[in-house]
């Protein structure tokens, strides 16, 4: 804990801080009677590579002053600046789960606030030896571990004015742990959606089970009231165990959280630093919180009076709305559209409980859906700083970033893969095509062109053959390593994407020669692959494989004679599997992607509507509420994880057509609504808020016709591709109707109505 006094003359005009607290913080302004939170809840501090990059909030505190005596007041976690398995006296007893152990070193604070007068003058205090700093209440805290608090130890009074604090010590000035010291790029993480038990089951006296109903990415908010020194220890999970009491399975080692009652009547607390990600809470009554096996101890006179969950993600905008006559999409929809939030910090991270890592390839395989749905363009710059942090010096972007640990040989790929490291231009090219920021893609094109360097350079033959591969497909053996296709496949592909990418960037940022030479690169490393893979007796890529077929019709780099075959082989397999994929988490989006473009979404229908495994529909046929780490929902993988969420992008993209490109060189096009009418389907409502303005696409179905209603944003235009034979509000321009393909519209701002034939 730190504090610094100070005394106000007058109130100012203006009051601003500026705070770092690695690795989390949480700060109070206070006069003697009352300590006023800085900020608005949540975790705060940005995750960076903090020798490379330190963030520093920047927050309006005018209103929070008082003339005369007043306290900034700061304590400090350690989040992922110092990530350790136990305390000191839990190193005696056992040790909690961690993903790595590293640390930046202990948690530091460098903060300044300036006051500025009426009259023009300023004042600024800074960290400086006048701070005082003792130990706080929290007896132990990790990212992935969980807390233990002590309120014995939490004297309230200590963050106002008037609190006697000769026995702290003054505060030390050391070093910071070298990165450079900048704005936050991301937005803060928030306190969001709050969830109550939905059921309460008592296993004995002293443990009892709370079901919150939804799996979610947060934490607890208790009440209790008991005397001095009982403990409660929570422990949250993601599923239960036979026995009723809550299941780590999922977590891959113990975490929990444990509060010691100061004994003062009515007690509130939440943990402070960490979040986990879970369904349920388990309370148990405890004699201490260490080891974790220890028995449960029932305290008669101890009582939790409530408990709920709060859900915490970044503060991104919503931006996007879905829903249909179809129960199984509007579910299918909220299953990723959980996860998605869950995963979404300082960074994107793959799961909120054992990981906590930003995973590179989910930032451009999932892009597409996630930026319909919230506002995320400063969660990617912060993402594109962490990758140009994290860039090794030979160029290769590593699997995740920031690179908080190296996993070395396991699997032979986890720290290098291309499939994980294209992120690096795909990301950022996927975030253009949404937001139009030309700025963001010349600050990252320095990067790009390392990285592309460096994956070509590993190229041999044109052939990039390594990595690993389309992760999580499903075959006979557990979860893993491909199974389905051969190890290149992917990789050479990326690699033809990062150079076709590329060529685009290049182009718009005025390099022509640089754009000649990665359009070459594209065509060269497209020949190989299909000089490699192609296999002429069966007419397919590869082995046949859903991804190897899929990949290259979706990136465009089959030859016009093997297109329909290969079309042909991938539409079969996936009805040979009962409209089932077999794919992996890099394969199934570009499955989702060749059969759009190939105008086979009746074929993606069917993959979604299907309810046995592996489907979206069997995840919630078990009752999961987040989408899971695999296809089957295997209870012992991740019950919260973004991997597999390919279909949002179809939902908003496809079937409610609103196809939204900024990267497109005709601005009337960069709007285009195509929405597709798929039987089975009643109607559709969507609305997306982009970077041009409010969109929406609606359709129903009214008898032998589907009525569209459609709003393009003020000042901008929208091209609206319809069914052949569509009839139109009288003011569209209509530019095509090619009776056998489809009508075309130019329409200007407003809202317009069509009708057309059903399907």
Known sequence: MFRRTFTVRARPVKATLRIVGVGQWDAWIADSHEARPVASPGLHGAWTDYRKTVAYDTLDVTRLLHPGANVLSVMLGNGMFNVQKTSLEGARKGTRYTKFTGSFGAPKLIASLELKYREGRTEVITSDSQWKAAPGPLLFDSAYGGEDFDARRDDPTWKLAGFDDHAWQSAKAVDGPGGELIPAIALPVGVHETYKPVKTTTLAPGRVVYDLGQNFAGIVRISVHGPAGAILRLTPGELLNADGTVSQATFHGPMWWSYTLRGSGDEAWQPLFDYMGFRYVQADWVKSPWPYSEPVAPNADATVLSIKGIAEHTDARAVGTFESSSEMLNRIHHLILAAMHNNEVSLMTDCPHREKLGWLEQTHLQADGMMFNNDLRALMAANDRNMADAQWDNGIVPTIAPEYTRFGSIYGSFDDSPEWGSAAILEPWWTYTFYGDRAQLEKDYPMMQRYIAALAGKAKGGIVEYGLGD??????????????????????????QDAQT??????????????????????????????????????????????????????????????????????????????????????????????????????????????????????????????????????????????????????????????????????????????????????????????????????????????????????????????????????????????AIQSRFLVGAGTWTFSAPAN
């Not at 359709?699 to 901008?716: D, F, L, M, Q, S």
């Open 502 to 739: 590329m060529e685009c960037i290049a182009t718009l940022l005025g390099h022509a020669d640089e754009a000649a030479r990665y359009g070459d690169l594209a065509t060269r490393t497209a020949d190989a692959f299909n000089k490699r893979f192609w296999d002429e007796v069966h007419q397919w890529y590869d082995t046949g494989s859903q991804a190897a077929n899929a990949m290259p019709l979706a990136i465009g780099i089959v030859p016009a004679e093997h297109h329909q075959a290969v079309l042909e082989h991938l539409v079969a397999d996936i009805h040979a599997l009962g409209d089932h994929t077999n794919a992996g988490e890099i394969g199934y989006p570009y499955l989702l992607r060749a059969l759009a473009k190939e105008d086979r979404d009746d074929v993606i229908l069917a993959m979604l509507m299907r309810k046995d495994p592996p489907s979206y529909g069997s995840q919630l046929e078990v009752g999961a509420t987040a989408l899971t780490e695999a296809w089957d929902a295997n209870p012992h993988s991740s019950q919260d994880h973004l991997m597999l969420g390919g279909a949002e992008q179809w939902l908003y993209r496809r079937l409610a057509g609103i196809d939204f490109d900024r990267s497109r060189a005709d601005e009337a096009q960069q709007i285009t609504v195509h929405p597709i009418a798929l039987s089975g389907v009643d109607w559709v409502r969507a609305g997306f808020d982009s970077s041009l303005g409010h969109i929406e696409s609606d359709w129903k179905r009214e008898g032998t016709r589907v009525a569209y209603r459609i709003t393009v944003p003020a000042g901008a235009h929208a091209m609206v591709v319809l069914p052949p034979q569509a009839a139109s509000d009288a003011r569209a321009r209509l530019l095509a109707s090619e009776s």
């Open 471 to 496: 992760w999580y497909d499903i075959g006979p053996k557990p979860p893993g390593l491909e199974q389905h296709t051969t190890l290149g496949v992917t990789a050479t592909l990326m690699l033809v």
